[in-house]
């Protein structure tokens, strides 16, 4: 890219995986190359991500660019300038082009793209400005005292974009939302119990402190990766009240469209083996950290795949 277009912060060009190299250029505010840099930056990080699954209905995955595109702007000016200050300020002029977006004002492609999106779903500002507010969170807390805090956090970081799926495949009812909640928290969950070590390497920790304090293992502990039957019990507690989560996201899947149920069974399932391998290690996700292997997710994926094509 030759030049920052004039509705960038100087310092987004620090930022190497925004594919600003496919910008649209100036005076381009066309909706269609709008939609390809949003379909470009979801494939250039498609090797580590289910972006769009290959179950979607085509015509539905035009839409999932738009809100993925901003979902990865979002976390990249939270998390890639290594200063507190900037992120805070890069998310605040985000927020105000996302609030320009629904007042029909919009420079930005991934605006342009998603003002589409927002009106052919009618699609409300709040799960779109919830997720700003945990990656706001995220650059002041470092640390949850109980469960409950944790859970909060996830419903501002992870149940947005279950919901914002929901408004995509055309639903929009409290009890769908709800079951969503509980698979997008506790694929968050996990997560954090798959990058315990991860995190604290980054100064933080989603261990409740409380929890901590139940098993009699401290901070000093953590950092010095002491993995002993305090810490599997600690871990243990975690895993087993996640996994009910999952269970109960689950109850999702038969009321929805069967392509969609086969979507959100599939993340379901994918968390749930995820601590299945934590817990097939012991509960030690600080000697090395937990992944799923290649045949597991392939065999996953072909397992729904071939659900899949029995409902066509």
Known sequence: ????????PEAVLR???LALDALPGAGDASLESAHRYCRRLARRHYENFIVVSPFLPTALRR?????????RWSDD???ETGD???????LDWWDGELQACYENEFRHP???ALRETIDRFDIPIAPFRDLLTAFRQDQVVTRYRTYEDVLEYCRYSANPVGRLVLYLCGYRDRERQLLSDATCTALQLANFWQDVRVDLKKGRIYLPLEDLDRYQYTEEDLEAGVVDERFRGLMSYQVNRTRKLFDEGLGLCGMVDARAGLDIELFNRCGSALLDQIERRRFDVLSRRPTLSSARKAGLFLKYALKRLWIR
């Open 1 to 8: 890219m030759s030049q920052l277009p004039d509705y960038l």
């Open 110 to 112: 991934v605006f342009i």
């Open 77 to 79: 000016l939270a998390d």
């Open 63 to 71: 839409h999932f660019y738009h809100v993925y595109a901003y979902c």
């Open 84 to 90: 507190t200050g900037l992120s805070l300020e890069l």
């Open 15 to 17: 930022f190497n995986d």
